[in-house]
């Protein structure tokens, strides 16, 4: 029979002890990083272009930093992206900076601005129609303008997506493809009122914070379109 010395005992045990804890923090780490990178992944809502539905705070449109939400990045792994799906996305010209909006256009439709409406050819179908938008408010319901660029019809490629903030007057999106001036580039270049399937980062699926407004969004759907 062989002892072992107190000292070099306790020793043994601080060093597992120590271990444990070291391999429990980089399992979560990893995690974490796992979470975030691919599943799900937490963003600041800066800006009045999604008001009511995003950066409402006491009844008032947060013009900078409001609504913390989170986004569900592992949903188009297995899904399409959908009509009404409010998404987190990056587009070219802004590498550094990325957009949140609601989709409207899925590939192969035929987006068209008519006095203040949106109407929709979806793909394959050749009849216009009127979509119904409850989720916009008063003042931007049946109030959608065209950019300065003048462009009012959009066609859709595919693997792209046509996107408009909820707050139609004071959101830079398709309609001026995402240019502050698009008078001077979006008519020459209107593909570029499109965005990427792959620059899609995922959809919105919880505002967290403030606490008081925490809640999920519901699924938008347009049966007139079905």
Sequence with gaps: ??????EKSRSKKILLASLDIFINLVVIIVLVLVIQRWIIAPFDVSGASMCDTLNQIDGKCADLKGEKIIINEAIYMFNDPERGDIVVFKVPETEDTYYIKRIIGLPGDTIEIKEGEIFITTAGTKKSIKIKENYLNSTNRDNTQVSFSGLSVFEVPEEHYFVMGDNRGSSADSRSCFNKYPELDCKKH??????????????TWLIWWPLKNMRSLDKTTYPELE
């Design 1 to 6: 029979m062989t002892l072992e010395k107190p």
């Design 190 to 203: 209107p593909e570029k009122a499109f965005i990427e399937r792959s620059a899609i980062r995922g959809k």
